[in-house]
């Protein structure tokens, strides 16, 4: 039997090319929607044209235009996964990625990745998203681009005024637009269209959580991976990515007065795509673009889905590395301490204070405060969802000259099990661990459950759900086990006024 190296999409025919296992086919750069430029500039996905012939997906498309920082060796993301310091770049980016089985086969579950990069930078073409090695154990694997930054998340009032119900949070309708692609047109592909998981890692994973907030998703995915991608305000002058669409739309406002020297969005949109780009880069103003809890795609701040009922409800695996988004008070004695304390809605400040030492230091407050972000996330989410959630965290011993620790995003080249493209000098020890993280993987976008057997034949280490009364964890280190994670006692106060306090 030949392999598959076409498919027939709504759009046309696609040709891929057989991936470094050549039982693999993939397809690069597939439009999924027209071309986000001109009169589309700020407005949801459009579907895009048919073409005659067959369409050559033999590369990625290009990435959303962003702040490219090159070969930064003193930057760990940069010299993580950027090896391209002048990649294609373009506004023209709703391309998506495919990895199929090119044996024929149908029915197969399929994984819908969206990327992380705080909202602001990312692309499906960074080398640890290779959908390769998932696709081998039997699934069809897509990689999603999305508009970013101001050209994904601007908000303005003309726009509001032009299309209430679509009036920004850009990267998030091409989210959906392409998931919706892939439900159409997966089939050809061997995938099953009612057998869909998202995941996506830190703003890929609140990207998930944002397309779970998302009522009208219904039917359109059945579970979700969030992988360090809940930033719940364990404090509550926590980094944020969501904002009230009135406070994005003044700042559009002033983007556009400040920063392009233009009046009206039809003059914004006649601007040339790179000079927007600099101008958001280099305005005064200029720091993150972020979602908007706009009333329609977004009916509250997407990192408090699980204290609603009004969302899609699915089997949910989330967790974080342990080197990342570590809090404390911003306060350095008793007085500021206090002063604090006062700002938690619902938090009861005798008991909270009491978990300190008297007399209070900085660094007292610091070690005793200290809070995962995520994990507190997920904690709380195990409090109150109602949905099956299989947490984790991942404490392995990542090697290299700069003794990173598990830090944010690392435990992406374990779970796509890409560490063979990492410049880091991995051994056995961490290869075993990334084909256990990625067998289950597999079982739980196959079936909802990640255990069952993994691809050497031998039955998983026992994965058990989250319980709210006895939190297990799956630890992801040198041993694969299940542990207890008891939340230290100012965790505990945090988590009871963050779930009592209102559901905004």
Not at 71 to 84: A, G, L, P, Q
Not at 263 to 279: I, Q, S
Not at 318 to 321: D, E, L, N, R
Not at 351 to 373: C, Q, W
């Given at each position: 039997m030949p392999l598959i190296r076409t498919?027939?999409?709504e759009s046309g025919i696609v040709r891929g090319l057989p991936a470094a296992d050549p039982r693999i086919t993939s397809y690069k750069g597939i439009p999924f929607a027209a071309p986000p430029v001109g009169k589309n500039r700020w407005r949801p996905p459009q579907p895009c044209d048919h073409w005659k012939g067959e369409y050559a997906a033999y590369d990625f498309g290009p990435i959303t235009p962003q702040a490219v920082t090159g070969?930064?060796?003193?930057?760990?993301?940069?010299?993580?996964?950027?090896?391209?310091d002048d990649p294609c770049m373009d506004e023209d980016c709703l391309y998506l990625n495919i990895w199929a089985p090119a044996e024929k086969q149908t029915e197969l579950p399929v994984f819908v990745w969206y990327f992380g990069g705080g909202l602001q930078v990312g692309a499906t073409v960074e080398m640890e998203f290779d959908g390769e090695r998932i696709a081998r154990r039997g699934a069809v694997v897509v990689t999603i681009n999305y508009r970013l930054n101001v050209f994904g998340f601007l908000a303005h009032p003309e726009l509001t005024a032009e299309a209430p119900q679509s009036a920004t949070n850009f990267g998030f309708l091409d989210q959906q637009f392409g998931t919706q692609w892939v439900k159409r047109n997966i089939v050809a592909f061997g995938g099953d269209p009612e057998n869909i998981t998202i995941g996506g890692q830190s703003a890929g994973g609140m990207s998930v959580s944002a397309q779970i907030s998302h009522r009208k998703n219904e039917g359109l995915f059945r579970r979700a991976v969030i992988v360090s991608g809940l930033f719940a305000p364990a404090y509550p002058d926590m980094f944020s990515l969501c904002v009230p669409l009135r406070e994005a739309e003044q700042r559009g406002k002033r983007f556009f007065r400040e920063a392009l020297g233009v009046?009206?969005?039809?003059?914004?949109?006649?601007?040339?795509?790179?000079?927007?780009?600099?101008?958001?880069l280099s305005w005064t103003n200029a720091g993150l673009w972020p979602a908007s809890v706009d009333g329609a795609f977004l009916p509250y701040a997407p990192d408090r889905w699980y204290l609603h009922e009004d969302r899609v409800h699915c089997p949910v695996i989330?967790?974080?590395?342990d080197n990342e988004f570590r809090l404390s008070p911003r306060a350095e004695d008793d007085a500021s301490l206090r002063t604090y304390a006062a700002k938690i809605?619902?938090?009861?400040?005798?008991?909270?204070?009491?978990?300190?030492?008297?007399?209070?230091?900085?660094?007292?407050?610091?070690?005793?405060?200290?809070?995962?972000?995520?994990?507190?996330?997920?904690?709380?989410?195990?409090m109150k969802a109602k949905d099956t959630i299989y947490a984790y965290e991942f404490s392995a011993e990542i090697p290299g000259y700069d003794n990173p620790g598990a830090f944010h995003s690392v435990d992406l080249w374990f779970f796509f099990e890409t560490l063979a493209k990492c410049w880091r000098p991995f051994t056995g020890k961490h290869y075993d661990l990334a084909r256990q993280m990625c067998d289950y993987l597999f079982n739980f976008i196959s079936s909802g459950d990640p255990n069952g057997l993994g691809t050497l034949g031998e039955c998983l280490p026992y994965w058990p759900a989250l319980d709210s009364q006895n939190p297990v964890f799956m630890s992801f280190g040198d041993v694969v086990k299940p542990v207890q994670s008891p939340a230290s006692s100012v965790t505990r106060l945090l988590l009871d006024a963050y779930l009592s306090s209102g559901k905004s």
């Open positions: 498919a027939k999409t070969k930064n060796k003193d930057n760990i993301y940069t010299r993580e996964w950027w090896v391209d009046g009206t969005l039809e003059e914004a949109r006649r601007v040339p795509w790179r000079r927007l780009l600099d101008a958001a989330m967790g974080s590395t809605p619902g938090l009861d400040q005798a008991r909270f204070l009491a978990a300190f030492t008297s007399p209070a230091t900085k660094e007292s407050i610091r070690r005793e405060g200290d809070v995962n972000a995520i994990a507190f996330a997920v904690h709380a989410a195990g």
